[in-house]
DNA sequence: CTGAAAGCGCTTACAG
DNA sequence: CTGAAAGCGCTTACAG
């Protein structure tokens, strides 16, 4: 370690000098506030310019001991275990954060029952808040929540899923479109004959569902690269083990020749423990980094995972809202994550 | 945003007041440093302990203005451009660590002049240095480097290939082995028979070089899963297109029906705009995200790609050596890199 | 072995 | 519209 001596810093000390007034002003002119003559507001712009002036962030955090909180609303851990990634990378960037009295207050919803959002918005709004990460798992709900935030000025990012239309600083997630596509594309590597089946597993499956935007990528490969495979699909409204194995058993027993099943979200597992329970072996193609779904990968079971960054979202949902707020970013662009390929042979060097 | 009123800090002047003493003597006990009787050193110590005094690390870096230097030894640019990313990654770490009075100095050796490396670190060994990030990619000279850095206390990190035995603070790269078992299992999928064609292309192959532990990775794959395949290899010792050609000619006239190949580096290219002018169709896997590999992914004439984040080797590298030599974090853990697949589909998405 | 005082580069009342 | 002064929580000579 050794000490800076030359570039003693150029700072509103120096500029106050050069411009003839007091550092009161110059931070006056920094800060946009006004009671500063035009006159004089000019000339010190033209020193700050001239010298370009960098205001010191650590001086500048420790004088102002600003703080500033932020609400986070995602659903509350289910038993596939989906949030905690986001979860644990909220925290950490709320750790790394705490240093400059930035403080995050988590609010959690039941992905099965809408009114749990809305109540936890109101929860939200009671309190002083300068930011919202928000998973937008309902759309109209979400919509809500947009509007109330555009009212107050609040400003808000979407991570995991968008919400298209809305007036969000950034949406942070996924790609689904090209991420089921990619999904096609390992398939096809993988099956070289045989029906493809198609299968969305969730209780909410309305016509704008984002998993079906999945699907939609999916077979878009298929058309584009005119590959004649016969494609089949299934929704499952129930989660539980025995209404998959009976809508499976459904269409396995209906449709011969079935070699290689897409599952659209992290539901895969269930699909896996069916195969492994008949003794079946077909391609099997899925989602997320999950312990359920490690375990079928390593047993053989599940050929490829696609994974995005669960933790990333959480953490760059966070920093972004700090950027924003904080750092007076602007024009801060959507933040699509990588389409992560895991299979038995990577995945112990998988960076959630 | 708002104030944070009431937890008003509690700070060397609290401590100082509760142990009777000036907050100087606080401050000397703070840092081990010497000249406290230990009577007073423990009263603080004690009382540090009791109300789990955390330090203001932003005040601390105000009033003390420490500063490190790093030294940064890795190749200049090659024609590949692959140490551009690892490069980038440095440029971002010293960005941020600017603020902290953090100074990266960056030293470039010579990827064919052995010579080369060893004049950098004359260079380097002139400076006041607080650690060095460096490429090992002469084994010998690295050696000698870790040597010179022991005897003079100064921490070093190797990034992108490791020299075990020696006492580097960590590594930061891939697992060699492992890429390679990767790259089989992506070629097992997409190649149903025929024969198997590996190729190194390096001009310095000798019997220690780290290609050859992908490449050792890549076999052990098909003798665990008991796959019969023939595998041929050929090592290339020039880089120049006409020399690739000229040995792939001959490789592939001798043996018929060579359907997959492995190229155990970013020289994948080449291999690529070989097949591309013979009108070749055959399965092509290997590794990085460089500008004429994407080429080729597009085109269809590379099936996949294997990355290791090059870039972030690069910024976890000066990350880590301030986490040593800043922040004194101990035992610091090797960090391998995460063996991403990257395809047509999901290129565009890859965070590098 | 210990302490008083100045200072790091800003921000914030307060006074005029 | 403008400035003098205190203060943020530490570190650093310097003096004893």
Redesign the interface.
């Known amino acids: ?4 001596l030359e570039n003693k810093e150029f700072g509103v000390k120096e500029i106050a000098r050069l411009a003839n007034v007091s550092i009161a002003t110059v931070d006056r002119v920094l800060h946009n506030r006004k009671g500063v003559s035009e006159a004089t507001k000019k000339r010190i712009n033209d020193i700050i310019k001239e010298f370009d002036y960098k205001p ?4 500048s ?2 004088a102002s ?5 932020f609400a986070v609303l995602i659903p509350s851990s289910t038993e596939t275990g989906f949030w905690e990634a986001p979860l644990s990378g909220i925290d950490r960037a709320s750790k790394n954060l705490k ?3 930035i403080t995050v207050r988590k609010f959690f919803f039941d992905l099965n029952d809408k009114n749990s959002f809305l109540k936890q918005v109101a929860e939200i709004m009671q309190l ?1 808040i ?1 930011g919202i990460l928000v998973a937008p798992s309902f759309i109209e709900e979400a919509t809500q929540l947009a509007s109330i935030c555009g009212e107050r000025k609040i400003p808000y990012v979407f991570i995991n899923s968008d919400v298209p239309g809305q007036n969000s600083v950034c949406y942070i997630g996924p ?1 689904l479109f ?2 089921g ?2 999904a ?3 398939m096809d ?2 099956v ?1 004959s045989g029906k493809i089946l198609v299968i969305n597993v969730s209780k909410e499956l309305d016509q704008y569902h984002h998993l079906l935007r999945k699907e939609e990528g999916f077979r878009a ?1 298929f058309e584009k690269n005119n590959r004649k495979l016969e494609i089949l699909k299934i929704d499952i409204k129930k989660t539980d083990a025995s209404s998959i194995a009976f809508a499976l058993d459904e269409v396995l027993t209906k449709e011969k020749g079935v070699e290689g099943v897409f599952v659209t979200n992290s539901r895969v597992s269930s699909v896996a423990h069916y195969f492994e329970q008949k003794g079946m072996d077909k391609v099997l193609i899925g989602y997320d980094f999950l312990k359920e779904n490690i375990k079928y990968l390593e047993l053989g079971l599940i ?1 490829f995972l696609i994974c995005q960054k669960p933790e990333e979202q959480g953490y760059r949902g966070i920093m972004t809202l700090h950027r924003y ?2 750092l007076n970013e602007r024009n801060i662009e959507d933040q ?6 895991v ?4 995945y ?4 959630n």
Do not use: V, W
């Open positions: 370690m050794s000490k800076s010191n962030i650590i001086a955090r420790l001991k600003r703080t500033s909180t240093q400059y009295g002083q300068d790609h090209c991420s596509y990619q096609a594309q390992l590597f993988a070289k490969y050929q707020a904080d699509f994550m990588p389409i992560d390929i299979t038995k042979e990577n112990r060097f998988y960076h």
